[in-house]
């Protein structure tokens, strides 16, 4: 991903000024350390020395690469000397007035795209599978497109001085009607109307003491339509910007980062198409989504390099919603979308989810990626269509299953053609791709006869994922209906505990319901449920049945890689005292909202 022209831009202004210091008067006023830097005896604010840049237009092309080459300049106007700061000594009256702060201010006078070029490290395997195959050596890079409008400015502030808390340098950027697209389709992957980043970058005064960087952001109104390539492209990119030659032991100093993502108004889409078929992934007109929308999101992650040649990085998270609501938008041509009146199928209070990723830096037998989930929640419904359950399915397929790459339309039936000319059409319907990783032991004692061993062989470090979902005063909609919310029975539960192991080798899931409290409601729409639900979750109104415990336990065992197929499944389903105090309509509705859920699911 090497890109030499940097900057490509019709016109640049710089204008750069300085004060003359002067002497410190007696009678001294303070220093304002959150606005005028640090308090050295100046009185009042320190003389100016700033550089204005003005971008008129143009491009920016700035990435791992290029900041790389910029880090021996850099290193050239301020090396890294292994020697403790000490405090500047304060001022008296009659001293000279000294420079505390260096800034720098970029203005945008014209829209204007900041591309971030990156080798995809996530591709190596895929390119030299296909270089063995073709001998064909290009590769084109993947990038980043960050494009953002007038008014966007940025400011830099160097401290000249340290006291003793050290010096604390900072950067400040405002974009306007920010837009980011990438390589993956060359589209809109996120979209914000402001997007502001206030960065703190502290050193303490010891030259191998630990400097803690904080970067605090603020988006509004922010809307993404994710595909699971973005977020690898992203991971790549990160991960290029990180790649390198180790800091020498002599210069090592520890590192603390925390990251705050404050987002004000948002709506995250997933797409959901079957089989992962995606033309344009912004085209409600072709696609099915399931979207998220919030007022308020809070994101907090920190991570810490503190030890030299470090094998593994600790991200520990943190992710808050107030509340969020979950819509099925369909295209027109979906039967969905003439006969659902109601798109919201799910909301949910007090969200919270938390843990650690523990990642390895190095490829090795011994390292196992660890992923810890912990998420909470409060008064969340779900309206268990059929078609939902379907789309939630189709979430796991395309995000994290057999159809985690998306394909377009000419791809998907190109590929069809190529298999049945060659005899090996082998396409399922919905059912039976859920079913269809079952593998018996004859069958794969057959492949194995015919398996290359180098197609066994990991690329990346296994991953152990530990997940634990609570759920507390909610409740499970179970329509009557296909694609109405009238009549319905709700199951509101005291408490939902999902918990969730899964590796290479196998994946174990326990999911219980707690006093289960079942009631029919009629001529009720879906925010008057929402409102039942988080209001009382329904105590005041007469059940008309009760189950006290509903468990179920799923175990599956997967084979080799890297298809990992599973070869041994087994589901069990408890149910505990179970009491129908109501009338014979009510076992017949019941009996039909499960027939009608089998019927979504399959239609």
């Not at 220093?31 to 009185?43: F, I, L, M, R, W």
């Not at 039936?413 to 059409?425: C, L, P, Q, R, V």
């Amino acid at each position: 991903a090497k890109f030499t022209n940097i900057l490509k831009c019709p016109k640049v202004t710089f204008n750069y000024s300085f004060d003359v210091p002067g002497a410190v008067p007696h009678g001294a006023h303070p220093t304002n350390v959150k606005t005028e830097g640090p308090d050295v005896g100046n009185s009042g604010a320190p003389p100016s020395l700033i550089l204005d840049i003005d971008l008129y237009g143009g491009s920016i092309c700035y990435g791992p690469w290029a900041q790389r080459q910029v880090q021996f300049i850099q290193a050239m106007f301020s090396p890294i000397i292994s020697r403790s700061q000490k405090p500047v000594k304060s001022l008296k009256p009659g001293d000279k007035r000294i420079y505390t702060q260096y800034k720098i201010a970029v203005n945008i006078m014209e829209e204007t795209t900041w591309r971030i070029p990156t080798r995809e490290p996530s591709k190596d395997v895929e390119f030299l599978k296909h270089f063995r195959e073709t001998n064909e050596d290009y590769r084109p890079f993947g990038w980043l497109d960050l494009k953002f409008g007038q008014d966007t400015s940025a400011m830099i502030t160097l401290d000249m001085c340290t006291t003793k808390n050290g010096s604390s340098n900072s950067f400040d950027i405002s974009f306007r009607n920010a837009e980011f697209r990438t390589s993956v389709n060359h589209d809109i992957f996120m979209k914000s109307k402001f997007f502001e980043i206030s960065s703190t970058l502290a050193y303490p005064l010891g030259w191998n003491e630990k400097a803690t960087w904080v970067f605090d952001i603020n988006s509004t109104q922010l809307e993404t339509f994710i595909l699971r390539e973005h977020i690898t492209l992203v991971v790549d990119t990160l991960s290029d910007f990180g790649s390198g030659e180790p800091s020498p032991y002599e210069l090592f100093r520890p590192f603390a980062y925390d990251i705050k993502w404050k987002i004000d108004g948002y709506s995250i889409y997933l797409n959901v198409n079957d089989h992962n078929i995606v033309n344009n992934p912004l085209d409600f007109n072709e696609n099915c989504y399931l979207s998220f929308h919030g007022d308020e999101f809070n994101i907090d992650l920190s991570s810490a390099n503190e030890t030299i040649g470090q094998r593994a990085s600790n991200i520990i998270y943190s992710i808050r919603t107030p509340m969020f609501r979950l819509l099925l938008n369909s295209p027109p041509w979906n039967t969905l979308n003439e006969f659902m009146k109601q798109k919201e199928v799910g909301r949910s209070y007090n969200f919270k989810a938390e843990g650690n990723y523990l990642i390895y830096n190095d490829l090795d037998v011994d390292n196992v990626d660890m992923v810890t989930i912990e998420c909470t929640s409060r008064s969340t419904v779900l309206y268990c269509y059929g078609f939902v359950i379907r789309y939630l399915m189709n979430v796991k397929m395309n995000y994290f299953g057999d159809f985690f790459h998306f394909v377009t339309s000419e791809e998907y039936t190109g590929e069809i053609n190529t298999k049945e000319s060659n005899g090996m059409a082998q396409f399922e319907d919905f059912d039976s791709m859920t079913t269809s990783n079952v593998k018996t032991a004859d069958e794969d004692q057959e492949k194995m006869k015919t398996m290359n061993p180098t197609d066994v062989k990991r690329t990346t470090n296994e991953t152990d994922l530990w997940l634990t979902f609570s759920v507390f005063d909610g409740g499970l909609i179970l329509p009557e209906t296909i694609y109405n919310c009238d009549p319905v029975i709700a199951m509101h539960f005291g408490e939902l505990m999902i918990d969730v192991r899964s590796s290479n080798y196998y994946m174990d899931l326990l999911a219980s319901l707690d006093e289960i409290y079942l009631r029919k409601y009629f001529s009720k729409q879906a925010y008057n449920i929402f409102d039942i639900v988080r209001n009382g979750n329904g105590r005041d109104i007469k059940e008309d049945g009760y189950l006290s415990n509903l468990s179920i336990h799923g175990h599956r065992m997967y084979g080799l890689p890297p298809s990992e197929p599973t070869y041994f499944c087994k589901w069990d389903f408890n149910l505990d005292d179970f009491i129908i105090d109501s009338e014979v309509n009510f076992l017949k509705g019941l009996a039909t909202s499960f027939q009608k859920i089998d019927f979504g699911m399959d239609d």
